[in-house]
């Protein structure tokens, strides 16, 4: 069963555009939801993260947006730039116990044409 | 700055062999993780570690084994390697303080093994 469904599978955006990757899940416990950035040939990295008690969070170009009615989440480049081309990754986890680890969104593979 | 390091960057294995992967965090953190990346699949965690000699399964645990002997060390074992084992293995750590920590996970480079 896949918890955290991500979307697209890949991307393709021009310079100076706008990047929107989209998660959906499923486990109403998650509460905490980060995004990491991965370049090839590195392991992932945190990115950024949001909790349900907000439902934006901005740290300059990234900013995730978070409906938890909906149970969706979506991450957004903001004047996305070639050195943005990486995989990305959304996860979300259960503090409150139970499952442990990060549950991951398959990636996104983000091409920022110049 | 944290620094996991993993032991091999490439390893190339026949299939039955013993495998191990190790990897090896400075920063003092609680918490340890092996995860597989696969095409398509994303990042699957196979086991991971609260505290020295704990260790708890996890999404797909079949076919691996684990050593927490030290803090700092974490090891991935396979101990018939088989083709279906051929991937990314990404090692991580966070500070953590228990099995449900939502620290920052901080991952090596990996280990791209190929089982032939």
């Known amino acids: 069963q896949q918890q955290v469904k991500q979307s697209p599978q890949s991307l393709i955006v021009q310079k100076g555009g706008i990047s929107i990757i989209n998660c959906a899940y499923e486990?109403?416990?998650?509460?905490?939801f980060p995004w990491y950035q991965q370049f090839p040939g590195k392991g992932p990295a945190l990115l950024i993260a949001?909790?349900?008690?907000?439902s934006e969070k901005k740290e300059g170009r990234f900013t995730i947006s978070f409906n938890k009615s909906a149970k969706q989440f979506s991450l957004h480049i903001m004047d996305s730039q070639p050195g943005d081309s990486a995989t990305y990754f959304c996860?979300?986890?259960?503090?409150?116990?139970?499952?442990?680890?990060?549950?991951f969104g398959k990636g996104t593979h983000l091409i920022i044409q110049p | 700055d944290v620094k996991v390091t993993q032991s091999s960057r490439y390893l190339v294995k026949r299939t039955g062999e013993k495998v191990f992967l190790e990897c090896v965090q400075d920063?003092?953190?609680?918490?340890m993780f092996w995860y597989r990346q696969d095409p398509g699949l994303g990042l699957r965690l196979i086991y991971f570690?609260?505290?020295?000699?704990?260790?708890e399964k996890g999404d797909i645990p079949e076919g691996y084994s684990v050593s927490r002997e030290k803090k700092e060390r974490f090891s991935l074992i396979l101990e018939s390697a088989s083709t279906n084992q051929t991937s990314m293995y990404l090692c991580?750590?966070?500070?953590?303080?228990?099995?449900?920590?939502?620290?920052?996970?901080?991952f090596g480079p990996g280990t791209r093994l190929t089982v032939l």
């Open positions: 991580a750590s966070s500070l953590g303080s228990g099995p449900s920590s939502t620290d920052t996970q901080y």
């Open positions: 486990n109403t416990a998650f509460d905490y």
């Open positions: 949001i909790r349900p008690d907000v």
């Open positions: 996860a979300a986890s259960n503090s409150g116990g139970g499952a442990d680890g990060l549950t």
């Open positions: 920063m003092d953190h609680e918490n």
């Open positions: 570690s609260y505290d020295v000699k704990m260790k």
